[in-house]
T-cell receptor
């Protein structure tokens, strides 16, 4: 079945540090890939997405590139801020198999001033 | 545009009691999802609707959980009777049919005591 694996957290960084959160996936079809963010006490918000190989999703300084050859979708940001502290979820949606979203376990990021 | 609305935000009940959660999706969204999110984990699909039809309920514990989406708009998820292990956040999401992006509500945090 389809699955998503993320690097375990928590990740603690100083403000302005470089961020990478690794994500790899297993899918039987040709999925779309997503990063969702969850701030404390809130629901999930879409951060960025990519629908085909080599696409780069970007938003709010975050980027991720759909790498079909390595089945990866790593999240990066060049300079994190305290306000980026949240839990980040990598997810896939396989339209060929019902469009159910499959999520990774989440990675908690804490950014210190 | 209003987002996905869920109620209540919080619910505390005693074990063996019934509980119900309500979700109003984004207007025009045909696909509605209910997800379960345990503490420190990623969301897991319970049921997916296309309009009023439940097209994937394979992960719904049907001995105690039920759901309905009358008229293909609002949806209700019910647990009867609740168990201690049902304590979690219940998330509702919606998306356009054929679209790849799901929008999430803020969730209902259930505590069973």
């Amino acid at each position: 079945g389809n699955s998503v694996t993320q690097m375990e957290g928590p990740v603690t960084l100083s403000e302005e540090a470089f961020l990478t959160i690794n994500c790899t996936y297993t899918a039987t079809g040709y999925p779309s890939l997503f990063w969702y963010v969850q701030y404390p006490g809130e629901g999930l918000q879409l951060l960025l997405k990519a629908t085909k190989a080599d696409d780069k999703g970007s938003n709010k300084g975050f980027e991720a590139t759909y790498r079909k050859e390595t089945t990866s979708f790593h999240l990066e940001k060049g300079s994190v801020q305290v306000s980026d502290s949240a839990v980040y979820f990598c997810a896939l949606s396989d339209r060929g198999y019902g469009q159910n979203f499959v999520f990774g376990p989440g990675t908690r990021l804490s950014v210190l001033p | 545009e209003a987002g996905v609305v869920q109620s209540p935000r919080y619910k505390i009940i005693e074990k063996k009691q019934p509980v119900a959660f309500w979700c109003n999706p984004i207007s025009g969204h045909n696909t509605l999802y209910w997800y379960l999110q345990n503490l420190g984990q990623g969301p897991e699909l319970l049921i997916r609707y296309e309009n009023e039809e439940a097209v994937d309920d394979s992960q719904l514990p049907k001995d105690r959980f039920s759901a309905e989406r009358l008229k293909g708009v609002d949806s209700t998820l019910k647990i009867q009777p609740a168990e201690l292990g049902d304590s979690a956040v219940y998330l509702c999401a919606s998306s356009l049919r054929g679209d790849t992006e799901a929008f999430f509500g803020q969730g209902t945090r259930l505590t069973v005591v």
